[in-house]
């Protein structure tokens, strides 16, 4: 493992022109608005989005209102990265190779419902970027559990001891297609992703980011702390900032960070927030050695 960061963005030279307009319909301090703010500038204006149902088409409006100044394909839950290969074959047909494709798709619409086409379309090599942002439920339709929903998390279809089954690790089913780059962000670290997604412009062939994205209705916080809860999920090593290219993985940013430091408890964590409430000691427990053993292997790989 190697642990080097290109990153170079910083708050000073961000690109100021802004492809969200200031007004849109996402709840209160929403993640995702972060993410896509900053994830519109580093894509830039030569970009078609392709977006399945998700708390995105909420936030964006309806037509004829949109809250994105770039052109955007809206599809059906399960087609997302198949309806990106299309509009990719019609660029191709136009004879441009220039302008960006990029699906853009909640955890419902990546790790479950749109898996299959995910798959097929990183099995072809489609040139395209795809980036799940991760509000670890199905947000937008009441809070029902996900794939990638914590294991004892309450959600609406899992309302009593919580969801029985482990979060589903999407980042390391889509590395396993052998794709270029796959990368880890937060919107808790907006440059991070910044330079993760310009560095997936250069890249030939399927990109996939996968974006940790705090939800105060659905996770149980003040809005406030939206920022806040987002790093402290990456500060108790529960989840990872990283890069996979071309095979090789690499911790970045604040996670690169922590390699040989104390992290917090992740008890710190599952008690700022309502969902995890039915989790017992032994739970939290057995979570905090699945995160001890897996830093205690990247330490191991550091030293390699």
């Not at 991760?134 to 990638?148: C, H, I, K, L, P």
């Not at 029985?164 to 880890?184: C, L, N, R």
Request: aromatic residues 8%; proline residues 5%.
């Amino acid at each position: 493992m190697t642990t080097q960061s290109t990153a170079q963005t910083t708050i000073l030279n961000l690109p100021e022109d802004e492809l969200v307009h200031p007004g849109n319909r996402a709840c209160s301090g929403c993640g995702l608005s972060i993410i896509y703010r900053i994830g519109l500038k580093a894509l830039g204006r030569d970009t078609i989005l392709v977006v399945p149902p998700s708390c995105l088409t909420v936030l964006q409006g309806l037509y004829p209102i949109a809250a994105t100044q770039l052109p955007c394909l809206n599809v059906t839950f399960a087609s997302t990265a198949a309806a990106a290969t299309g509009v990719l074959g019609a660029l191709r047909a136009q004879k441009n190779e220039t302008t960006t494709v990029a699906a853009w798709a909640g955890d419902g619409g990546t790790s479950d419902i749109g898996l299959q086409a995910l798959s097929g379309a990183c099995e072809r090599g489609e040139n395209f970027i795809f980036i799940c942002y991760d509000n670890e439920a199905y947000m937008n339709t009441g809070v029902q559990r996900s794939g990638t929903t914590p294991q004892g998390v309450i959600t609406t279809t899992t309302p009593f001891s919580g969801k029985a089954q482990k979060k589903k690790d999407v980042p390391s089913i889509i590395a396993a297609h052998g794709i270029p780059y796959v990368a880890t962000a937060s919107a808790s670290y907006p440059l991070d992703l910044f330079d993760k997604i310009v560095k997936a412009k250069t890249i030939q062939g399927p990109k996939y980011l996968h974006a940790h994205t705090p939800c105060p209705a659905g996770w149980g916080f003040d809005p406030r702390y939206s920022v806040k809860l987002g790093k402290l999920a990456v500060e108790t090593g529960l989840f990872d900032l990283y890069e996979i290219e071309n095979q090789t993985f690499r911790l970045t940013g604040a996670s690169k960070k922590l390699i040989g430091k104390k992290r917090k408890p992740v008890r710190e964590y599952f008690k700022t927030q309502s969902r995890f409430k039915a989790l017992n000691d032994e739970q939290i427990e057995s979570v905090q050695k699945e995160i001890d053993a897996k830093w205690e292997e990247y330490a191991r790989m550091e030293q390699c």
